[in-house]
Structure formats: C-alpha cells, structure tokens
C-alpha cells in the first residue's frame, strides 16, 4: 500500500491536492479523528485490502491535537509502517491574500483570538518539524492549477525523482518596477528592440513575429545559452540548500517583447533539463 500524508499550511493547496490525488487513484480521507489514525492505516495495510493508494489530509485545528498526530505518525513509523509525507506550502503574503478572498478565518482563530497574520505565523511554529520531515514540499505561491496537477503527476503517477524546487520564469518591464521577490533579475534591455518596428509594435513576445526578430540576432541566442548555463549551473545549488522556490525575473523596458521572448525561450530551454517544477508568468504583457 502507497500511503500518503497531505498536510501543510491552511491555505496551501491541501485540498486541490487532495481532489488530484483522488483523480489518479488514491482513496482520500480528510480530517479523520487523530485518535483513529493508526486503527485507519492498519485498516488499509492488512493483506487483501483492495486499496492500494491511500491518502490521508490533516490540518491545523488546534496544537495539542496535531502534536498527538505526530506523536501517532512517528509511533507508525516506528511499527513499520510507512508512509510519505506531502507538505501544501504558501508564503504569507499569499495566504493572506487567499483568506481575505475568501473571507474565511484562520482555522487557530477556533482556539484563541487572533488576527490571520497571528495564525499563519502560529500555524507554522507547530508545523515547523513536520515540514522538515516532509518527503515533498509543494510551494503554491506562484502555482496555476495546471501547474499543480503537473507537479503531483510527476510525484505520484510518473515517480519521477522530486527536489522540491520550483522555479518560477517571470518577465516583467523595468517600468513598471523589478518584482519582488525576485532572486535572481537579468535585464534584457541591450537586446534589439522590437517596439520601434512599426508591425511589431502592437504584438509581444507571445507572437511568433516578435520572437523570431528577437532572436534572429546573434546576441540574443549567445546570451540565451550564457543564460541557461549559468542556471543550470547554480539550480544544484539551490536544490542542495533546500530552497523551495526560485524566482527568476527577465526584464525588458516595457515587458511586452523582449523579457517575453526570452522567458519563453528559457522556459522552453529548462522545461526537460532537471528534476525541479517550473512555471512561467508574463507580468506586464497586458499593461
């Protein structure tokens, strides 16, 4: 039996993934009594169970509850049973965003008065050790839906090996401001300039039109290369540090041409070259 715990911040995607896992054949069980734990999974792991896939989420509700979690997980463990364990991650800007959409409470506000930024920073005190057992840590702060669904096929469909980075190609225009939380920003802006092309001036770098001027030039292919070898060079290094997320910005004066060209170049570049999720945004391209 495959069985796996998805847990993680409220707010982190727990439940999407969940829905996923049940869509390629695992059976889900959410909010199970923490006492019923054990009894669950010998349910499951006796010989002839027709389960083969078992997934089970567990939340935040209150601290002394999650800390016997644990303490049954690791008894588990210790039994020889096993198990993997799928940690939902967001930073807090994003989960702040995400509670205020949806104009729901921290789920600690059940056991004590406190405002959701006090809840988040609370939630991942006890969640601190967990997360760093985890065998996956998924970091949704920049992920689509598509991108999830990719992410947990390549985890538990294709069991391809998992790092948990994921990388993040963002263009964006120069004018409009570096995003925030760039790590790394590489400006395009030496690169010939389709805004002042009469025909290419309304289309981006999305357009076949733009990215074939953009990279008819030698410039453009030779820092490309640069570029993707000095990634694939420092990626590792991250991997090995145990970063979650990486964010990579391509910046041009507007962030309709150039930035997307590139960006897309480079997404199509990194898309098969290592063991790490990647996502690709286009900030500015409707500004």
Do not use: W
């Amino acid at each position: 039996m495959r069985f796996v715990v998805v847990t993680g911040m409220s707010g982190g995607g727990k439940r999407t993934a969940m829905k996923m896992l049940e869509d390629v054949g695992f059976y889900c069980v959410d909010n199970l009594p923490i006492k019923l734990i054990d009894r669950f999974v010998e349910l499951f792991d006796t010989p002839g169970a027709e389960m083969e896939k078992v997934a089970l989420g567990l939340d935040v509700r209150a601290d002394q509850h999650f800390l016997e979690a644990e303490t049954i997980l690791e008894r588990l463990r210790d039994s020889g049973y096993s198990y993997e364990i799928l940690f939902m991650d967001a930073d807090d800007r994003t989960l702040i965003k995400r509670y205020k959409e949806s104009r729901r409470m921290h789920p600690l506000h059940d056991v004590s008065d406190i405002s959701i930024e006090q809840g988040i920073a609370r939630e991942r005190e006890i969640l601190a050790h967990l997360k760093s057992i985890s065998d996956y840590v998924i970091d949704t702060s920049k992920l689509l839906t598509r991108d999830l669904k990719e992410e947990i096929d390549r985890i538990f469909v294709n069991n391809e090996d998992y790092n948990g980075l994921m990388v993040n190609i963002v263009s964006f225009g120069f004018k409009y401001g570096i995003p925030v939380d760039a790590d790394l920003v590489f400006d395009v802006r030496f690169l010939p300039n389709p805004f002042y092309i009469d025909e290419l001036k309304s289309l981006t770098g999305n357009d076949e039109a733009v990215r074939d001027f953009v990279m008819s030039y030698p410039i453009s292919t030779e820092f490309l290369d640069k570029l993707v070898n000095l990634l694939t060079f420092l990626i590792p290094g991250y991997i090995n540090e145990g970063k979650h997320q990486l964010v990579i910005g391509i910046g041009c004066t507007g962030g309709q041409h150039r930035s997307v060209t590139l960006a897309n170049e480079l997404y199509l570049k990194l898309k098969d070259a290592g063991s790490y999720g990647l996502t690709i945004m286009h900030r500015d391209t409707r500004k």
